[in-house]
Structure formats: C-alpha cells, structure tokens
C-alpha cells in the first residue's frame, strides 16, 4: 500500500512540473479565436490604416500560406499610397485571455522590419494599464535586435536578476510616466534581416506568480523540448531567460490580470519617428517610406508564423468571450506611451483542470486512509 501511495504522489510531482496545453493556434485554423481590429489607431499617432478580416483577407494582408501551412500577417506592399493617406496594415488581438499560470510559446520563421515598420507581438489585460501590458517583440526601422519591456500602473519596477541574459534598459515599469521597463536581448538574430537568414526562432514567455520571464532562442538552438512539439512543456529545464521581471520587485497578481496575445504592424509612429534616422538615414519616416510605391520598402514587413501556443499550469484560467469583443485597451512602447486599439472581453472565468488535480485527489484520500488505519 505504501509503495503504491508513493507512486501516486511521484506522478502528481511530475504532472506538477509541466505546463498542459490549452490552446494552439496554428494551420488552417490559425485566424479562428483573434479579433482583427478594423480602421485607424488615432493614439498611437502611426501611420498604419488597419483593415478588419475580410478585408485583411481580400487584400492579401492575413492568410495561411497554403505550402508551409504558416500563417501570414504583413503590411501592404502592392499599392501605391498618395500623400496624406495611410498604408494598410493588419491588427489581431485573441478573443480569449490568459491568467496567472499561462507560458505563451510561438515560432516565427519571419518578423516584420524594415524602414518605418514597427512590429510587436505582446499582450495586454482588459484594463490598461491596471492590468499590465507585456512586450514580448518589439522593434522599429532597421533596429537589429528585440526589445522586451512590462508596462504597467505605478509602483512595479525591474531588479535584474544575476541569471538574465538581456541588458536592462529603463528599471521603472510605470505605463504613464515613461517607456516601461525594457530589456535589450543580446542573443544574436533576434530581429531583422539575421533571424531570417538564421530560419526564424521560437520565444517563450512565463507569466507566473513568481514572476514574468522571456526566453529567445534562434532556430539551430531550439530546445528539442520544444521542437518534439510535445503537449507539455517545463520551463525549469530552458536555463537562463533573456528578461527576468522577478515578483520581488513587481508583484504579478497585483499589477497583472488575464492577458489576451496581440500582433501587430504600425508604421512611423512616437517610437519608429523619433528613431528613424538611426538606422534609415536622414528625412521623413513618413515621406521617405509610407508613401509611393510599397516594394521595395515593404517586401519584409510581415510576419510568418508556425505557430503560437498557450500553456497552463492547474491553477491558470482563460476567460473566454461571450460575445463579439468591445471596449478599447492600450499599448505603450519604445519612448513614450500610446493607446492601442482593440480591447476588452467579457466573458466567464472557466477553470483549466490538469489531470494531475484529480491525481492529487486521489493519492491524498487513499494516504488518510492509510494513515487511519495503521
């Protein structure tokens, strides 16, 4: 009897240290579950024109490529833009919001760059910034590598810890008062012409009690954990993380509520503008590269994705729509803050139940009754 409770309570311990799958999105279904925000962003003063799907689809902006099976979501390089308008772009946000527990893993073989493209894969609360913003991708122009940051309401800042890989930037995380608190990577290919020419990458982002922790591998270095594709996951096991944001000095269930995933692709805009001539040269961003023709400017300003997947630990929730998603969110970044369209869910809060739980159940009954009776 005691060599079976043993076992039980073995198996809980290792169903304990892994991450279930709850959600992929991927193939031809990839599109299903994201809301695509329709019109212009007029707070984060970029010059991007986002198109709702079924124009987004018509125009050739979001797609699944039908040989690779990725999905696609780029800027408008087929048309030629007069002054005075936009360049049409695309903005996804998922319907569904993860909670507290949740490890976000996604594959690109591309990421948006290019001169005057602002690219960011990211997520948000319902609330912002109440309920924090993490920036997982961020980049502008022709920066060469990622950007991570939190964004969040006064008094959440960033302590490095000794183990982080990436260089931290700006320590305090307040939303309002500056650019977040970031983290340059300094893993080689992690953006721009070099994580393409390197077959892409996978990042991993932990949203845990204990903290917010972002990994970036490029693809020759992909954990095989990883790559098996298995429908679990142990973070344990990835070593050192690229940006660390330890709950010591930001308490996550204080400044962090459920997060939905976002992809999008601005153009020019606070970060991009003020930017520009870094790595672009002198001029405009605006009329150096939105208007006119769109190749060559925007023949790799896209993102191709293999796919993104949210995993749960047993606690974790997911709070799914009940209806079509309303109300407005934020983004902020680069040098300033901004407001971002797309928003808020309403829906009910439904419990992620691993089987480790009724695992656990079980071994502790069958060790009170051993316990009762010897």
């Known amino acids: 009897m005691q060599t079976f409770i043993t076992g039980l309570l073995a198996a809980q311990v290792t169903f304990a240290s892994a991450y279930q799958l709850a959600h992929e999105y991927s193939g031809k279904s990839f599109f299903d579950g994201w809301n695509f925000f329709d019109g212009y962003d007029y707070d984060q003063s970029g010059d991007a024109m986002y198109l709702g799907q079924s124009a987004a689809t018509s125009a050739n902006l979001a797609y699944v490529d039908s040989s690779s099976g990725h999905a696609i979501v780029k800027v408008d390089n087929a048309t030629d833009v007069p002054w005075n308008d936009k360049r049409n772009s695309v903005e996804i946000s998922t319907q569904d919001f993860y909670g507290v527990g949740s490890v976000f893993v996604a594959d690109f073989a591309h990421l948006p760059y290019g001169c005057s493209v602002w690219p960011a894969f990211w997520t948000r609360g319902k609330v912002w910034p109440d309920q924090g913003e993490i920036d997982i991708i961020e980049t502008v122009n022709l920066m060469g590598y990622n950007q991570m940051a939190l964004h969040t309401t006064s008094g959440c800042s960033h302590t490095t810890p000794a183990n982080q890989v990436g260089s931290s930037g700006e320590t305090n995380c307040n939303a309002t008062s500056g650019s977040g608190c970031t983290v340059a990577e300094k893993k080689a290919n992690s953006f721009g012409a070099d994580f393409a020419t390197a077959g892409g990458g996978v990042f991993a982002t932990q949203f845990d009690e204990s903290g917010?922790?972002?990994?970036?591998?490029?693809?020759?270095?992909?954990?095989?954990?990883?790559?098996?594709?298995?429908?679990?996951?142990?973070?344990?096991?990835?070593?050192?993380?690229?940006?660390?944001?330890?709950?010591?000095?930001?308490?996550?269930?204080?400044?962090?509520?459920?997060?939905?995933?976002?992809?999008?692709?601005?153009?020019?805009?606070?970060?991009?503008?003020?930017?520009?001539?870094?790595?672009?040269?002198?001029?405009?961003?605006?009329?150096?590269?939105?208007?006119?023709?769109?190749?060559?400017?925007?023949?790799?300003?896209?993102?191709?994705?293999?796919?993104?997947?949210?995993?749960?630990?047993?606690?974790?929730?997911?709070?799914?729509?009940?209806?079509?998603?309303?109300?407005?969110?934020?983004?902020?970044?680069?040098?300033?803050?901004?407001?971002?369209?797309?928003?808020?869910?309403?829906?009910?809060m439904a419990l992620l139940v691993n089987p480790a739980t009724l695992l656990w159940g079980s071994a502790a009954a069958l060790l009170l009754t051993y316990l009762a009776g010897n």
């Open 212 to 348: 917010i922790y972002i990994w970036f591998w490029s693809r020759a270095d992909v954990p095989s954990t990883i790559s098996a594709s298995n429908t679990t996951i142990d973070p344990s096991t990835w070593g050192a993380p690229s940006a660390a944001y330890p709950s010591s000095s930001c308490a996550i269930d204080t400044y962090f509520g459920a997060q939905q995933l976002v992809l999008d692709i601005n153009l020019c805009g606070q970060w991009a503008n003020s930017t520009y001539s870094e790595t672009c040269g002198s001029g405009d961003c605006y009329l150096n590269s939105v208007i006119n023709a769109g190749s060559p400017t925007y023949d790799t300003a896209y993102f191709e994705i293999a796919y993104l997947r949210v995993f749960a630990a047993d606690n974790a929730t997911v709070v799914s729509p009940s209806g079509t998603t309303t109300g407005s969110g934020t983004k902020a970044s680069g040098g300033a803050s901004a407001t971002a369209a797309s928003g808020s869910s309403s829906g009910a």
